[in-house]
């Protein structure tokens, strides 16, 4: 399809584990996000990149958080030695560009339980 | 901060009825607001948005107007389907390229 995919759709993890999650975003896109959405909340932003290049990592929650976008296409969002707060959907989203005129087109998200 | 305020759910109701989801923001200068819907098992959908003050956005019926005086952006429907059971997120966006979602709203509607 055309849309924005990710996967695992579901990750199981242990206290301690590292995980690697996956976004392809629709081709062409310029703009990728990241976004963490606990239980009953709403999106919460943790990164941004245009292309390559990571413009702003203000959300990330600590220095376990990591992500990478190395061609301009495929993004991994990588979480180190995971905690049990880490359990949350995550959301990758792509645009043409990165500005409100252009719609932010999500995923189905990651699902992540630390146990 | 920017932040977004939406009315908790669930909000139920039965087909036909008129719905409205208030919104209300707070943010710096003037940004665009959104309203955003997530059917169950899929991902977030644009569902409507409005750039500027007195805008009005519509999409599938449903209708939101920018209310600066105010600072809300209530969705609302004139008549609900069942296949609008969803849960709504009204967001905003200043320019520093990350939107700012609420905590999300969960229709119900009931045949």
């Known amino acids: 399809g055309a849309g924005v995919s990710q996967s695992p759709r579901y990750k199981v993890a242990k206290r301690g584990q590292d995980v690697a999650l996956r976004c392809d975003p629709i081709s062409g896109h310029v703009s990728l996000f990241w976004y963490q959405q606990a239980l009953g909340q709403g999106p919460e932003f943790l990164t941004y990149f245009q292309n390559e290049a990571q413009l702003d990592k203000s959300g990330l929650p600590s220095d376990r958080f990591f992500a990478e976008r190395p061609e301009g296409s495929v993004s991994t969002l990588k979480i180190q030695r995971t905690q049990q707060e880490d359990s949350a959907v995550y959301l990758c989203?792509?645009?043409?560009?990165?500005?409100?005129?252009?719609?932010?087109?999500f995923g189905n998200g990651t699902r992540l339980t630390v146990t | 901060g920017n932040s977004v305020t939406q009315m908790e759910g669930p909000v139920t109701l039965s087909e036909e009825a008129f719905l409205t989801i208030n919104c209300t923001y707070t943010a710096t200068g003037y940004p665009s607001l959104f309203w955003y819907v997530q059917y169950p098992g899929e991902g977030l959908q644009l569902l409507l948005k409005a750039t500027k003050a007195d805008d009005k956005g519509s999409n599938k019926g449903f209708e939101a107007t920018y209310r600066k005086e105010t600072t809300s952006f209530h969705l609302e429907k004139g008549s609900v389907q069942v296949s609008d059971s969803a849960v709504y997120f009204c967001?905003?966006?200043?320019?520093?390229?990350?939107?700012?979602f609420g905590s999300g709203t969960r229709l119900q509607v009931q045949p």
């Open positions: 967001a905003l966006y200043t320019g520093r390229r990350a939107l700012t």
């Open positions: 989203a792509s645009s043409l560009v990165g500005d409100s005129d252009s719609p932010l087109h």
